[in-house]
Each structure stands twice: as structure tokens, then as C-alpha cells.
């Protein structure tokens, strides 16, 4: 998002479950700030958006030339960003919500594109590229979401590993991963809405 609407954009999540939430509530995000009840406490407005990390921030700042980057690498599909951070609902359950940061079109399908700034430390985390199985665990259940939330049969990452190399992976949409997560997503809006 622009760099002076970042606060709106963090208080429209809260309005909704979006895909960066659900591999926290999942249990399976290696951030330690990624948690159910920071999740909770966020979207009830009980906490102070924290600053972002200086990798978080230049992972935004990145963005736009990973999704370039992606374009660049693949000539045969329309690839846009997300210029404005437009928060996507599902159209039957408007609480299920993602944000892709960018989309690619092969042939007449839209599909998410996550772009991810990959330090060192995580890098062993990710494989080899053009490899479903090469996306890195924790990733696999927000970019599914997405693509869940979209309607699109598939979801693109891209990947730029230490700062230097780009790598980029497409997956089919995993309709029980996806229930899976819906399940978790639900329980824990219902728990929103309770307060």
C-alpha cells in the first residue's frame, strides 16, 4: 500500500479475516508476534499496530519490483500490482478477506501473487523454484487462502531470496487446506464478534 495510507490499510484488516492471518492461526507461523491472540487483540482493536521491522518495511517498499521482477520472468501471463492494497471479500462470506499483492493473468483466469522479501535466516525455508513443494510451509496456507477467497484455481509467489535472487512458484488452490483454514478463521471471527 502507499506508504501514507499504511495505518488506514492496517485498520481495514481489521474488518475481516485476511490470508497473513491465517498461518497463525493455523500454528504454524515462525514469527513470534504471529499469534491466535494477537490476532484476537488486533482485530478487537485492543492493540497498538506495532511499528514494522525493518525487514517488514522493506519488504513493502520491495514490492512493487518483485511483482516486476515476476513480470519480467514471465512474459506469457498479464501481471498487475496491487497498487492500492484492495482488500478482496469472499462474495458469501464477506469476513473472509485477502489481499494479494498483485494479480497474473494466463488465459482468462485471475490469480493471486504474493510477493515475499526473504532474508538469510529464512532462506532455508524455500526450495528450488517452479516447485509447488519449494514454497516455504508457512506460506502455502495464506497464498491457498487467497486464491480460495478469489475463486482462482491457482496462486503465484514470488520469492526474492536474500536480496538477490528471485525465485517463482505456481500451486493449485487445495480445497481442504482451504476448509481447514476457513474452519480456524471462522472460529476465531466468531470470537471477534463475541468479544
Same mark, same amino acid.
Given at each position: 500500500?502507499?506508504?501514507?495510507?499504511?495505518?488506514?490499510?492496517?485498520?481495514?484488516?481489521?474488518?475481516?479475516?485476511?490470508?497473513?492471518?491465517?498461518?497463525?492461526?493455523?500454528?504454524?507461523?515462525?514469527?513470534?508476534?504471529?499469534?491466535?491472540?494477537?490476532?484476537?487483540?488486533?482485530?478487537?482493536?485492543?492493540?497498538?499496530?506495532?511499528?514494522?521491522?525493518?525487514?517488514?518495511?522493506?519488504?513493502?517498499?520491495?514490492?512493487?519490483?518483485?511483482?516486476?521482477?515476476?513480470?519480467?520472468?514471465? @512474459? =506469457?501471463?498479464? !501481471?498487475?500490482?496491487?497498487?492500492?492494497? /484492495?482488500? +478482496?471479500?469472499?462474495?458469501?462470506?464477506?469476513?473472509?478477506? *485477502?489481499? @494479494? =499483492?498483485?494479480? !497474473?493473468?494466463?488465459?482468462?483466469?485471475? /490469480?493471486? +501473487?504474493?510477493?515475499?522479501?526473504?532474508?538469510?535466516?529464512? *532462506?532455508?525455508?524455500?526450495?528450488?523454484?517452479?516447485?509447488?513443494?519449494?514454497?516455504?510451509?508457512?506460506?502455502?496456507?495464506?497464498?491457498?487462502?487467497?486464491?480460495?477467497?478469489?475463486?482462482?484455481?491457482?496462486?503465484?509467489?514470488?520469492?526474492?531470496?536474500?536480496?538477490?535472487?528471485?525465485?517463482?512458484?505456481?500451486?493449485?488452490?487445495?480445497?481442504?487446506?482451504?476448509?481447514?483454514?476457513?474452519?480456524?478463521?471462522?472460529?476465531?471471527?466468531?470470537?471477534?464478534?463475541?468479544?
Amino acid at each position: 500500500c502507499h506508504v501514507n495510507d499504511h495505518e488506514t490499510f492496517l485498520a481495514r484488516r481489521r474488518h475481516g479475516i485476511g490470508a497473513s492471518d491465517i498461518p497463525a492461526l493455523l500454528g504454524i507461523s515462525p514469527f513470534r508476534y504471529a499469534t491466535p491472540m494477537h490476532i484476537y487483540m488486533s482485530k478487537r482493536g485492543l492493540l497498538d499496530e506495532r511499528e514494522d521491522t525493518p525487514e517488514q518495511e522493506a519488504g513493502r517498499m520491495l514490492e512493487p519490483a518483485i511483482v516486476r521482477w515476476f513480470a519480467v520472468r514471465h @512474459p =506469457d501471463c498479464t !501481471v498487475t500490482h496491487n497498487v492500492d492494497s /484492495e482488500i +478482496l471479500s469472499d462474495p458469501d462470506e464477506p469476513w473472509r478477506r *485477502a489481499t @494479494p =499483492d498483485g494479480f !497474473v493473468v494466463a488465459g482468462a483466469a485471475e /490469480e493471486p +501473487l504474493d510477493a515475499k522479501l526473504v532474508g538469510d535466516y529464512m *532462506a532455508g525455508s524455500w526450495g528450488p523454484t517452479n516447485t509447488t513443494a519449494g514454497v516455504a510451509y508457512y506460506v502455502v496456507p495464506q497464498v491457498n487462502w487467497q486464491a480460495g477467497v478469489m475463486g482462482a484455481d491457482h496462486w503465484n509467489v514470488a520469492a526474492l531470496i536474500g536480496g538477490r535472487e528471485l525465485r517463482t512458484y505456481r500451486g493449485a488452490f487445495d480445497q481442504e487446506l482451504f476448509d481447514k483454514s476457513a474452519k480456524a478463521a471462522r472460529d476465531m471471527w466468531d470470537r471477534v464478534q463475541v468479544g
